[in-house]
Nanobody, 120 residues
Framework: QVQLVESGGGLVQPGGSLRLSCAASGITFSDYVMTWYRQTPGKERVWVASLTNVGGSTNYADSVKGRFTISRDDGKNTVDLQMTSLKPEDTAVYYC?????????????WGQGTQVTVSS
């Protein structure tokens, strides 16, 4: 059974920092591209940051570039999102996603999400 479990969300003041973590089980973690998304009420889930499994390439949405850092530990099956200089507009439920693509199939798994609230 595949599980992705996010943790680390909470309430933080503007300008503060949070570190989110996503722990995966039931998959060969090193085969998967790991991505963080976020979603606010009434809006679609949007991509935040990705980290490939081969080469360790990172990509970030323009809105978080320079403030967020994605990292992974294949030995612990975890992917983290270090968030700094947080803004109220970063408030959202944050989800981690694991994707593996082969010639024939695409496997995609999601966590349940963790709430991040940036407010004074």
């Amino acid at each position: 059974q595949v599980q992705l479990v996010e943790s680390g969300g909470g309430l933080v003041q503007p300008g503060g920092s949070l570190r989110l973590s996503c722990a995966a089980s039931g998959i060969t973690f090193s085969d998967y591209v790991m991505t963080w998304y976020r979603q606010t009420p009434g809006k679609e889930r949007v991509w935040v940051a990705s980290l490939t499994n081969v080469g360790g390439s990172t990509n970030y949405a323009d809105s978080v570039k320079g403030r967020f850092t994605i990292s992974r530990d294949d030995g612990k099956n975890t992917v983290d999102l270090q968030m700094t200089s947080l803004k109220p507009e970063d408030t959202a439920v944050y989800y981690c996603n694991a994707v593996r693509r082969t010639v024939l199939t695409t496997e995609s798994y999601w966590g349940q999400g963790t709430q991040v609230t940036v407010s004074s």
